[in-house]
């Protein structure tokens, strides 16, 4: 049943770690790294938020908060 969710996690945690290490060595392929980090995160989100237990919830916020900051940076 929360198959997809942990791995939406795994994957939304990888990419997340990506963009910090791209940010840290200033990449020039920060912006679009930002907009596949903000497609992954959302949709994490999005599944996180269908489960009831308090941290699935807290992860969906997690998720949609950092979404919006990579929708900034990819500006």
């Known amino acids: ?23 840290t060595r200033d990449s020039a392929f920060v912006p679009e790294l930002a907009r596949a980090c903000a497609v992954v995160c959302k949709a994490c989100a999005q599944e996180c938020e269908k489960h009831k237990h308090e941290h699935c919830q807290e992860c969906a916020r997690v998720c949609f908060e950092c979404a919006s900051m990579c929708d900034r940076l990819a500006a």
């Not at 049943?1 to 940010?23: K, T, Y």
């Open 1 to 23: 049943m929360m198959v997809d969710c942990i791995r939406l996690d795994r994957e939304c945690a990888a990419i997340c770690s990506f963009l910090a290490e791209a940010m």
